[in-house]
């Protein structure tokens, strides 16, 4: 069965400084795999998507991700933190067949300080 | 282009009754997704519908059901609610390619006292 893991519930950078939240898959095969971006009292906004074309995926508001295969991680990074950055942020997977079922990680959240 | 619109946004309900939410998907998508997100569980699938089908269901009680209309809008229901519904729900549309992206809305907020 597929899950995800996201190592640590909260992370604090200050503002300015690298942004590195972790996701680790567990999958038979290499997956689709997801960013996506909460911010309070809304929904999931996609950050960037990984469907096995280049292995480093550029996304949204500077964000960027690397899938790993040898180490089953797709690492979600930012250079420099804004203050607008501190939302919660999913790491999702799914089968690359025809189920659309997302598996969601638990969730980190990011908070940036001034 | 308008996003995804669900509604209600915020409802209160007792246990017992039953509640209906609706969703919107993007014009011209045809598959829509309904999530659970709650503190303890996170997020959760709970079906998808593609042209008035159900495609896929996830691990919830009967309870919980849902549809989709001809024009792609879709609905889902729960019935004889418990307290441990209360959370938010999330509707999700996409295009038919096999790497669709999901589009989600703004979700509703149930809360069951």
């Known amino acids: 069965a597929q899950s995800v893991t996201q190592l640590g519930s909260h992370v604090s950078v200050s503002e300015g400084a690298l942004v590195l939240l972790r996701c680790n898959y567990s999958s038979s095969v290499p997956p689709y795999l997801f960013w996506y971006v909460q911010y309070p009292n809304q929904g999931l906004q996609l950050l960037l998507k990984y469907t096995s074309a280049a292995t480093l995926v550029k996304g949204i508001n500077g964000f960027e991700a690397e899938f790993k295969k040898s180490e089953t991680s797709f690492h979600l990074t930012k250079p420099s933190a804004h203050m607008s950055d501190a939302a919660e942020y999913f790491c999702?997977?799914?089968?690359?067949?025809?189920?659309?079922?997302?598996?969601f990680g638990s969730g980190t959240r990011l908070l940036v300080r001034p | 282009k308008a996003g995804v619109t669900q509604t209600p946004r915020y409802l209160i309900k007792t246990r017992g009754q039953q509640v209906t939410l609706s969703c919107s998907p993007i014009s011209g998508h045809r598959s829509v997704s309904w999530y659970q997100q709650t503190p303890g569980q996170g997020l959760q699938f709970l079906f998808e519908y593609f042209s008035e089908t159900q495609r896929n269901k996830g691990n919830f009680p009967g309870r919980f059901s849902g549809r989709q209309f001809s024009n792609s809008r879709s609905e889902m229901n729960v019935s004889t609610l418990e307290l441990g519904d209360s959370a938010l729900y999330l509707c999700?549309?996409?295009?038919?390619?096999?790497?669709?992206?999901?589009?989600f809305g703004e979700g509703s907020r149930l809360t069951v006292l």
């Open positions: 999702a997977v799914r089968r690359k067949d025809s189920s659309y079922k997302l598996i």
């Open positions: 999700a549309s996409r295009r038919t390619e096999n790497t669709g992206e999901l589009f």
